[in-house]
């Protein structure tokens, strides 16, 4: 653990708060991609299997359970509690895109050929693209809710603390996981123009 990683952590709860926040206050899903967060339900159900294998710290186990369980209640308020403003039209980026070449690159592309690493590699690999349904969005309507923005902004806030993460872990422990890095920093990228938009605008 380090300054970088509490920060990033902190910053990707903040992220599903302010959304869920929104959510809950305006009950409205007005301007969020349900397909976005069906895939960040299966990047944390994916990835987080090891809660009944693994027992590192109670702060992960907590954070881990937290992500799940949100991650879940987010998807329910959009389809079933408030699906009635759920823009289903404009959230139309076809998944398949997305999902094929992920299973796909991690089959090929893992630490170790066993079903529990192969699936955390699909998490790794699917939470570098699962925005794009949600920016795909936004550039289709043109616009975003101020609310919808500050969700995007923290999500790319913890994309880039993690590079930190990854670059201080490299220099005192000498730890460096490719997999993570790379989708890390693919996923970053896919947030820059968002960043020079919100920060101009």
Not at 30 to 42: E, H, P, R, Y
Not at 68 to 86: G, N
Not at 161 to 170: F, P, S
Not at 192 to 199: A, G, R, S, T, V
């Amino acid at each position: 653990m380090n300054i970088f990683r509490i920060l990033g952590d902190v910053s990707h709860l903040l992220a599903i708060i302010i959304l869920l926040m929104k959510i809950v206050k305006s009950k409205s899903c007005a301007g969020i991609s349900g397909k976005s967060q069906i895939l960040f339900a299966l990047v944390f159900t994916t990835r987080y299997l090891d809660l009944f294998t693994n027992f590192i710290s109670v702060y992960n186990t907590v954070m881990k359970v937290i992500f799940l369980i949100c991650a879940y209640v987010t998807v329910y308020m959009i389809y079933v509690k408030f699906r009635k403003t759920f823009d289903s039209e404009n959230d139309s980026f076809r998944l398949e895109f997305l999902l094929v070449p992920v299973t796909g690159l991690s089959f090929l592309e893992n630490h170790s050929f066993t079903p529990l690493e192969i699936l955390w590699t699909f998490s790794i690999y699917l939470e570098s693209v699962a925005i794009l349904p949600q920016l795909f969005m936004i550039s289709k309507t043109g616009e975003a809710e101020t609310i919808t923005t500050h969700y995007l902004f923290f999500l790319g806030l913890y994309r880039a603390l993690y590079i930190a993460n990854w670059v201080w872990r490299y220099h005192t422990e000498n730890f460096y996981d490719q997999i993570a890095v790379v989708s890390g920093v693919v996923q970053t990228i896919f947030y820059c123009d968002f960043f020079y938009l919100y920060i101009t605008k």
